[in-house]
C-alpha cells in the first residue's frame, strides 16, 4: 500500500469531493484518480459514507411543528 | 412633493403585505430542511423544535431585511446558528487542543485491513455503521466542528454559505470541516471494522 505519495491526494479529494476546487485542481484530482487505484477506492469509498450518513443522519420535522411555525406568521395578520 | 396620495401610500402598504406573506410561504417551504440540520447541531428533539420556532418567530418579525432573490435558507440557518449560540453555547466552545486526528482515508483503510481492498468498491461497506453511533459520533464533535461539518455535509451548504452561517473566513470552515471529518471517521472506526 503506497501510502506516502498519496498524502497530498488525500486531502485535494475532499475538496474535489464536495465540488469546491478549481478547474485546474479538478482536472489534478481526476487525473491522479485514473491513475491510482488506492486513492480511487478510498474516494469511492468516501462517497459511500457521505450518503449514508446524510441519509441515516436526517430526522424529518415532527409533526406538529408545521402548525406552530405557521402561527408565527405576521401576528395578528 | 408634499404629502403622499392616499392612493399610492394605499398600493404600497397592499404591496408590502404581498411581499410578506410571499416571504412567509418561502420561509415555511424551507422548514422541513431548517429542522434537519436544527436537529443535528442541537442534542434533543425538543431542543431542535424550540430553536427552529424561535428561528422562525425571529424571521418572521425580521424579514425585511432578507433580500429577495438572495439565498433564503442561508438566511434563516445564520439567524438559527446565531441564536443556537445566544442559548449558551459559547462558554464551552471547543478548546484549542483536540486529540491527535487520523487522516481521511483513515476509516477506509480500517475497513481495507479488516475485509480487503476490494471491500472499498461496495456501497454496502458502509452499512454496517447504524444510526446511532452516527448520531452520537455527529454529536460528540466539539461545537464548532460540528456546526461545520453539519451545515456541509447534512445541509449541504457550500463553503461560501457555510462560512456566511457562521460568521467566520472560508479558510476556517475548510479547517474545521476538515478536522470534523477526520475526527467523525476516527470515532465511526471501531464499529466499522468490528
Given at each position: 500500500m503506497s501510502k506516502g505519495p498519496c498524502e497530498a491526494c488525500e486531502?485535494?479529494?475532499?475538496?474535489?469531493?464536495?465540488?469546491?476546487?478549481?478547474?485546474?485542481?479538478?482536472?489534478?484530482?481526476?487525473?491522479?484518480?485514473?491513475?491510482?487505484?488506492?486513492c480511487r477506492r478510498r474516494y469511492r469509498f468516501e462517497v459511500s459514507l457521505r450518503r449514508y450518513v446524510q441519509t441515516t443522519a436526517v430526522e424529518r420535522m415532527p409533526p406538529g411543528l408545521m402548525e406552530k411555525l405557521a402561527e408565527l406568521r405576521s401576528a395578528g395578520a | 412633493m408634499g404629502e403622499p396620495e392616499p392612493e399610492t401610500e394605499a398600493h404600497r402598504i397592499a404591496a408590502e403585505a404581498r411581499d410578506r406573506v410571499r416571504f412567509e410561504e418561502e420561509a415555511l417551504e424551507l422548514a422541513d430542511q431548517v429542522y434537519r440540520v436544527a436537529r443535528r447541531l442541537v442534542g434533543s428533539r425538543e431542543e431542535a423544535e424550540d430553536l427552529v420556532q424561535e428561528t422562525y418567530g425571529r424571521a418572521f418579525r425580521s424579514w425585511r431585511s432578507y433580500t429577495p432573490g438572495t439565498n433564503l435558507r442561508a438566511w434563516l440557518l445564520r439567524i438559527l446558528t446565531n441564536l443556537n449560540l445566544d442559548r449558551g453555547r459559547r462558554i464551552q466552545r471547543?478548546?484549542?487542543?483536540?486529540?491527535?486526528?487520523?487522516?481521511?482515508?483513515?476509516?477506509?483503510?480500517?475497513?481495507?485491513?479488516?475485509?480487503?481492498?476490494?471491500?472499498?468498491?461496495?456501497?454496502?461497506?458502509?452499512?454496517?455503521?447504524?444510526?446511532d453511533s452516527i448520531v452520537n459520533a455527529l454529536s460528540s464533535l466539539p461545537h464548532d466542528f460540528r456546526d461545520t461539518v453539519v451545515l456541509v455535509d447534512i445541509g449541504e451548504f457550500s463553503y461560501a454559505d457555510a462560512a456566511q452561517i457562521l460568521d467566520v473566513p472560508i479558510g476556517t470552515v475548510m479547517s474545521r470541516l476538515h478536522r470534523g471529518r477526520r475526527l467523525l471517521k476516527s470515532r465511526l472506526a471501531d464499529e466499522a471494522v468490528s
Open positions: 486531502e485535494l479529494l475532499q475538496g474535489y469531493l464536495d465540488r469546491e476546487l478549481t478547474d485546474d485542481e479538478v482536472s489534478l484530482a481526476e487525473s491522479h484518480l485514473d491513475g491510482c487505484e488506492y | 471547543s478548546p484549542d487542543f483536540q486529540p491527535i486526528e487520523e487522516g481521511d482515508y483513515y476509516l477506509a483503510n480500517k475497513v481495507a485491513e479488516a475485509q480487503g481492498e476490494q471491500a472499498l468498491d461496495q456501497d454496502r461497506v458502509v452499512e454496517r455503521l447504524s444510526q
